[in-house]
């Protein structure tokens, strides 16, 4: 068996045996009969320098010197210091196994860089490039530090449907999820879809949020959260739009926004700190190539105390920029991207928490303020992403939901299950989502969201 590369350079190295096993990324060949190789397995950023020489290999010559980028090999040699600059560790060869070669005419990841553009339309290759390992390494374990921190706080992990019948954000366009043939389907007698004959008897799409069923699990057991992926058919071709992405949505009883505030700030506390101990190789080549201070602006916002300031504040703000604003500033509107960024970036450079947002530009199911005009809202707002962090304190008065139902022109019979809730031992509860691509385009300072998640699907696109 094989052992991964990073554990190597845990090692003292002192001519012990090893095997790696991976994929050539650089062959250099010296006069003298050898060839250094770089190896990379993707379990870390670096890559192991092998040392194949003449001497030691008796494929040198037919295999060894026909090794370009992309091609697998295993190779069992002494881990030894290096004799060269740039690496602490070697690995000697005394054999080495070529699974497969790549041709270097048509492998498109050669030596030359390549442009995220170009590697988008390779996903399946990606994987094989510093980025897109350093971008899997730091999803894996902000997906594992997420867990890692709800579990701590007791919180329960729960797993909420995909295919729903509820549309819980309202605005949100969601994707349909049938079974009907869509060149002949059933009709009703005036032409309409005939859902009935379909595969769940009514019109079913998949989830936009999971927070509607985490709310009744709230609303029983305690704190709980979700992680799983949502799906957005807007036709958002942006930077920071995803048609189907990953949402982490706590839930928590008998709490207000302050406390769903608080919870977001230390989640993500806890997130930062996690990156900045534990990612660093990957870190600190995303601080090079994409954003100069990234490292030391996350460890900063590890403690760093968030700003907070009400819509009403905001929009007071924006109002007073000297900022060419494509969206005129009013209040009662939705603020646009350019002016979370602006508030984020250039008035406060921080993240600030917003909050108190008008009640018409929300979902139903915002708790009303005693003003009757905003609701318990809140957003998440940071540099470089904008909104990272949506939600709320939920509505818990029967009537005012029905009221904010109707004002939305939702059929309350829909809802039923989830008007229970407020009829049976209504407790006030808060929540939030975390857009989880959202929170790695923040941590890794990659311009295009696209580039966060293995494989992108947006409008036009899912390769
Ligand atoms: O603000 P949103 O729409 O809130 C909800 O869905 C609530 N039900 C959450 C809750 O209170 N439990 O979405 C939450 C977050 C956003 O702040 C954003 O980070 C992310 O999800 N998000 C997207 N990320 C990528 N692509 C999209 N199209 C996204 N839409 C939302
Ligand atoms: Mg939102």
Redo the contacts with the bound molecule.
């Keep these: 068996m094989h052992t991964l590369i990073k554990h190597f350079f845990a090692m003292t190295p002192d001519g012990q045996t090893q095997t790696a096993a991976g994929w050539v990324r650089t062959r250099r060949d010296s006069k003298a009969g050898f060839s250094f190789i770089e190896l990379n397995d993707g379990s870390c950023f670096q890559n192991l320098q092998v040392i194949a020489s003449r001497e030691h290999l008796a494929n040198y010559d037919h295999e060894v010197r026909h090794l370009h980028p992309g091609a697998s090999i295993s190779v069992t040699g002494k881990l030894m210091p290096s004799q060269g600059g740039g690496q602490t560790h070697e690995l000697v060869a005394s054999s080495l196994t070529v699974h497969g070669f790549a041709d270097p005419e048509t492998y498109p990841l050669g030596k030359q860089r390549i442009t995220l553009e170009r590697l988008r339309e390779l996903p399946h290759l990606r994987a094989r490039t510093n980025t897109f390992g350093a971008v899997a390494r730091i999803r894996n374990l902000l997906a594992f530090q997420i867990h890692a921190f709800f579990q701590s706080r007791d919180f329960l992990y729960l797993h909420t449907p995909i295919i729903t019948a509820n549309d819980?954000?309202g605005a949100?366009a969601m994707f349909r999820v049938t079974t009907l043939d869509p060149a002949t389907p059933p009709r009703n007698p005036d032409n309409t879809v005939n859902f009935k004959a379909d595969f769940f008897t009514r019109p079913t799409s998949l989830s936009?949020?999971?927070?509607l069923e985490?709310e009744t699990y709230a609303c029983g057991l305690g704190p709980v959260y979700t992680f799983g992926p949502?799906f957005?058919a807007?036709n958002?071709n942006t930077r920071?739009?995803?048609?189907e992405?990953w949402?982490v949505?706590?839930?928590i009883p008998f709490a207000s926004l302050d406390d769903d505030a608080q919870l977001a700030t230390d989640m993500l506390h806890h997130l930062f700190r996690a990156v900045v101990d534990n990612a660093q190789a990957d870190l600190a080549f995303f601080d090079e190539r994409f954003e100069r201070g990234l490292v030391e602006r996350l460890a900063f916002l590890a403690d760093a105390k968030f700003e907070r300031m009400t819509y009403t504040q905001a929009i007071h703000a924006l109002q007073g920029a000297r900022e060419p604003f494509e969206f005129p500033v009013h209040w009662g509107m939705d603020l646009q991207s350019e002016h979370e960024r602006w508030l984020t970036e250039k008035h406060l450079k921080t993240p600030v928490i917003v909050t108190d947002y008008p009640k018409d530009i929300k979902?139903f199911y915002m708790r009303q303020n005693d003003d009757e005009k905003t609701v318990a809202a809140m957003?998440?707002l940071v540099p470089g992403v904008g909104?990272?962090?949506?939600?709320?304190q939920r509505e818990e008065r029967l009537p005012l939901l029905l009221n904010a139902m109707a004002a939305h022109k939702l059929n309350p019979d829909d809802y039923s299950w989830y008007l229970d809730l407020r009829r049976f031992g209504s407790v006030p509860h808060a929540?939030?989502?975390?857009?989880f691509?959202?929170?790695i385009q923040f941590c890794t300072g990659l311009p295009n969201?696209r580039d966060t998640i293995p494989y992108p699907r947006a409008p036009g696109l899912c390769d």
Aim: negative net charge.
């Design positions: 819980c954000e949100s936009v949020s999971g927070q985490g949502t957005r807007e958002s920071r739009h995803l048609a992405f949402m949505e706590p839930e979902a957003d998440v909104e990272i962090i949506g939600g709320s929540g939030f989502g975390l857009g691509e959202r929170l969201i």
